[in-house]
């Protein structure tokens, strides 16, 4: 461990799972730990009720004191709280150390870490890799964690020099590691996203790449040789580069050729398997992730078998692309995880049949163009909802595509999916935004959907 917290007074910012973890990890250490959430609506007694029953921390709510803040000797922010907050600027300024969760579950792992970043594709690919590590060196040595939902502080103390950390980490939780180094990281793809966070895109592009900014050449970074961000980033990156391409033969990496994904060393070419005969996701875009969790647990040391094994088990994650059910001859698919244009546009390709698609919500100050472009002749009617709605209506106009409804409510919009798809049709919800302002998160959004279409007759 790096820092040592005994005694030290720490703030923790953030009341949700993050920040939960780390208070218990920090008072495993003997910290004197300061709970705090800006939130005004909650009250103390409701962050106590938050915190084990034995926790000492001391619980505040609304706005941080002067004299309370000065006293801090440490910081830990959950992913959700900006590193640029004036509260934050002002301890960074007084030279105190500003952790992130991902950095402080680090200083207590003992084991080998393999972690995955990307603008899309993270959960798929994690998900996947966990699961060939737990064939590989079973459940109780494998742990599987971070912006997946299981935060790193819960699991740290239990790793040991045999286990396996399998991390997924967004930009948001990038922006404050320091001494993380993983055995094996991965950037499966950058594209804009989070701009209302970062602000450039300049600034979106360091904190993903800082996954591998502490690795060196004994390490592992596998990226995208058909992202021009990722592929730019491997001839600086510290580690040794591992590519995946779905695009174009490599000469050493992992590529698709025709209906097969081939690991290629010196331009000699080994078949590993047949996207449709030999794994169960659909979709190019899952296809990038096995050829990127393969290259992951490879790296990690896992036997070729045992991978290939795994894949050909493995099911889409929930919420990703997810086929829900036929009601009336329409397939109903949740893609709720789409939460950018990217990734939508990867929801899009998958489908098959003409499609109704859900989309809008929250504004991250994304461009639709790209997205619009993608239907192609797939997509037969948006539903639009949420903040962005009057926004991406106007952009499909411009790509002439008018065949556009508005709906106040989420029950409103899937009545009228229901209505508009006929037999032989596709319902997808795959939205190109955020679920925020109408759902707590992009898991309920997908959960109201699917007990929407399972409950239709």
Not at 150 to 156: D, K
Not at 321 to 329: D, H, M, Q, S, T
Request: with cysteine; net charge negative; proline share 4%.
């Amino acid at each position: 461990m790096g820092l040592d917290f005994k005694g030290q007074k720490c703030l923790v910012v953030g009341s949700g799972i993050s920040g939960i973890g780390a208070v218990a990890l920090l008072e495993h250490w003997g910290a004197d730990v300061l709970l705090f959430d800006s939130n005004s609506a909650l009250t103390v007694k409701e962050l106590r009720g938050r915190l084990p029953r034995e926790s000492r921390a001391v619980c505040m709510a609304g706005e941080l004191p002067s004299c309370a803040e000065e006293s801090m000797e440490a910081v830990i922010l959950s992913p959700g709280v900006p590193t640029d907050l004036p509260m934050v600027c002002r301890l960074r300024n007084r030279g105190v150390p500003i952790l992130g969760e991902i950095e402080l579950g680090y200083l207590a792992e003992r084991g080998r870490v393999a972690a995955i970043t990307g603008t899309n594709g993270k959960t798929t690919t994690t998900t996947l890799v966990g699961e060939i590590m737990k064939e590989h060196l079973g459940e109780d040595r494998t742990f599987v964690v971070g912006n997946i939902g299981n935060p790193y502080t819960v699991e740290a103390l239990r790793t040991a020099p045999d286990t396996v950390t399998v991390s997924e980490i967004s930009s948001f939780q990038l922006e404050t590691v320091d001494t993380f180094r993983p055995a094996v990281s991965a950037i499966l793809n950058i594209t804009p996203d989070h701009l209302n966070r970062h602000h450039t895109m300049e600034a979106y592009v360091a904190a993903k790449e800082a996954i591998a900014g502490k690795q060196t050449r004994e390490d592992i970074c596998v990226l995208n040789y058909d992202n021009a961000y990722t592929r730019d980033f491997g001839d600086r990156c510290p580690a040794r580069p591992v590519y995946f391409s779905s695009a174009r033969e490599l000469e050493d990496g992992y590529c698709l050729k025709g209906d097969r994904i081939v690991k290629c060393v010196a331009g000699r070419k080994t078949e590993l398997l047949d996207i449709h005969r030999d794994m169960k996701l659909v979709g190019l875009c899952n296809v990038e992730n096995v050829m990127a969790a393969i290259a992951v647990a490879e790296g990690m040391g896992v036997p070729m078998e045992t991978i290939l094994k795994v894949v050909a088990d493995f099911r889409a994650v929930e919420h990703r692309i997810e086929f829900v059910a036929r009601k009336g001859g329409v397939d109903y698919y949740n893609d709720s995880k789409g939460t950018n244009p990217d990734a939508a546009i990867q929801g899009i390709r998958a489908m098959s049949k003409p499609t109704v698609l859900i989309g809008g919500g929250y504004d991250k100050q994304s461009e639709y163009d790209e997205w619009i472009e993608s239907f192609e002749g797939r997509v037969k009617w948006l539903v639009l909802i949420g903040q962005t709605r009057e926004k991406i209506a106007e952009c499909a106009r411009r790509h002439g595509f008018e065949n556009i409804r508005f709906a106040d409510t989420f029950t409103e919009c899937l009545a009228l999916c229901t209505k508009l798809a006929g037999e032989g049709d596709a319902v997808l919800l795959s939205p190109a935004c955020a679920s925020w302002g109408m759902f707590s998160n992009y898991e309920e959004r997908g959960r109201i959907f699917k007990e929407y279409v399972n409950g239709l007759s």
